[in-house]
């Protein structure tokens, strides 16, 4: 049977994730030291992991309501006012997602139509562009550079709108390159914004591994966006709950509602024994995320000067859990340098093209790992570089 005729042409055409290929390698080899995934290498907390446990012991096994549990919203909308100093009513403007991939997905084919164009900065998570396309849009692409610690700069989003501009994704904290906007640089894009329809999506699972002393700001708590924009966030980064696969979207009630109907027939309900773990999650897990994020900026300096002293140079990262280093002294692309990496000194990592064609001659370096782990890695990677700096002379 001919299955090519019968699938998809435009899923047929979609790449398959540059992250998972050396993930993938890495684990049919032996000795491999892989900072390649962005997955926390801490437990999910105890107290989480017994809640979701002790739903199990007392028979709650039934779906949940498609919004996901009222508790859990109210605990959701609660820690964001806390935190981030923006009010959100549970019962209309919160959805728990399976994932903060599911409400991405949600929230773009709800608010693209054929032929609208998404506005998507990189480098950048792997999903957003074939998302979009899915869902009839036509990504429009924004290069960050790291002469402006690949902040998308107003000046760039201005030349970019379009009468067809629908949807800005703004991927801060980023991955792969750890950059955060602050305050005055979100002020600046909505400076832009205003007077327009554009929608914004705020992509911000990483919003609690922000590191220094300005803590993440939401793009809704900027005077006049909140009306604009839905906020993606969820548990796997800050509560190091990744397998429990649980997101949310907060936003305008008209949006949120679209988002739920879609939710109800692709979905219907994320998984009651997750959703009840990220009620003690919202409740009492502040210390937890407090702490893992002291570990990981401990990890982030280490890391950052380790590969500055190798002569890969790469800007101080101030989010998430990733460094973008420059590779280009090498004299390798990035496919070529990560692909030689493993199989020489079975360390994997990311080429930066994965995360967008402007990635080039960059790679993705993970520190969700520990500092031994870290060291190791280290030391693998300078001998590579030696070797490979020897070989450009």
Same mark, same amino acid.
């Given at each position: ?6 699938? #998809? ?8 994730? =540059? ?7 890495? #684990? ?10 962005? $997955? ?24 949940? *309501?498609? /919004?996901?549990?009222?508790?859990? /919203? ?40 054929? =032929?609208? $164009?998404?506005?998507? *900065? ?24 790291? %002469? ?79 009306? /604009? ?22 936003? *305008? ?29 919202? #409740? ?16 982030? /300096? ?8 190798? =002569? ?26 990560? %692909? ?15 995360? =967008? ?37």
């Amino acid at each position: 049977m001919d299955y090519s005729s019968r699938l #998809n042409p435009e899923i047929q055409a979609l790449k398959p994730s =540059g992250i998972r290929k050396f993930f993938d390698i890495a #684990n049919e080899m032996d000795d491999v030291i892989s900072l390649s995934i962005g $997955e926390p290498d801490f437990v999910t907390p105890w107290h989480i992991r017994q809640a979701g446990i002790r739903s199990l012991e007392d028979g709650k096994t039934w779906y949940s *309501p498609n /919004r996901g549990f009222m508790e859990l /919203r109210e605990g959701i909308c609660q820690w964001f006012a806390h935190h981030y100093r923006v009010q959100y009513e549970p019962k209309t403007e919160c959805l728990v997602t399976v994932g903060g991939s599911e409400a991405i997905d949600g929230c773009m084919r709800c608010l693209i139509q054929p =032929g609208d $164009e998404v506005l998507i *900065p990189q480098p950048s998570f792997v999903c957003y562009q074939p998302l979009a396309e899915m869902a009839g849009g036509v990504p429009v692409i924004l290069e960050t550079k790291a %002469e402006n610690s690949f902040r998308l700069t107003p000046e760039e989003l201005k030349a970019a709108i379009t009468p067809k501009t629908k949807l800005l994704i703004l991927p801060y904290p980023n991955n792969p390159t750890g950059a955060v906007m602050r305050r005055e640089h979100l002020n600046a894009l909505a400076d832009v914004l205003r007077g327009t329809d554009v929608m914004v999506l705020s992509d911000e699972i990483y919003s609690e591994l922000t590191y220094g002393d300005t803590r993440h700001v939401t793009f809704s708590a900027i005077p006049d966006m909140r009306e /604009r924009t839905v906020v993606i966030n969820g548990f796997s980064k800050a509560f190091a709950m990744t397998g429990w696969r649980l997101g949310f979207a907060l936003g *305008p009630e008209p949006i949120i509602k679209q988002m739920t109907k879609l939710h109800q027939y692709a979905i219907m309900s994320a998984p009651t024994m997750s959703q009840l773990a990220a009620v003690e999650a919202m #409740n009492n897990g502040d210390s937890d995320s407090a702490y893992m994020r002291e570990q990981y900026d401990m990890r982030r /300096r280490l890391i950052v000067d380790g590969f500055n002293e190798l =002569g890969l140079t790469c800007f101080e990262p101030e989010g998430a859990f990733y460094i973008f280093p420059c590779i280009r002294s090498t004299g390798l692309t990035s496919d070529a340098f990560c %692909e030689k990496l493993i199989q020489e000194e079975h360390v994997a990592v990311v080429p930066g093209s994965a995360f =967008g064609d402007c990635g080039e001659g960059f790679v993705r370096v993970s520190y969700s790992y520990s500092i031994k782990h870290i060291t190791e890695a280290l030391s693998r990677i300078a001998h590579f570089v030696q070797r490979h700096h020897a070989d450009t002379l």
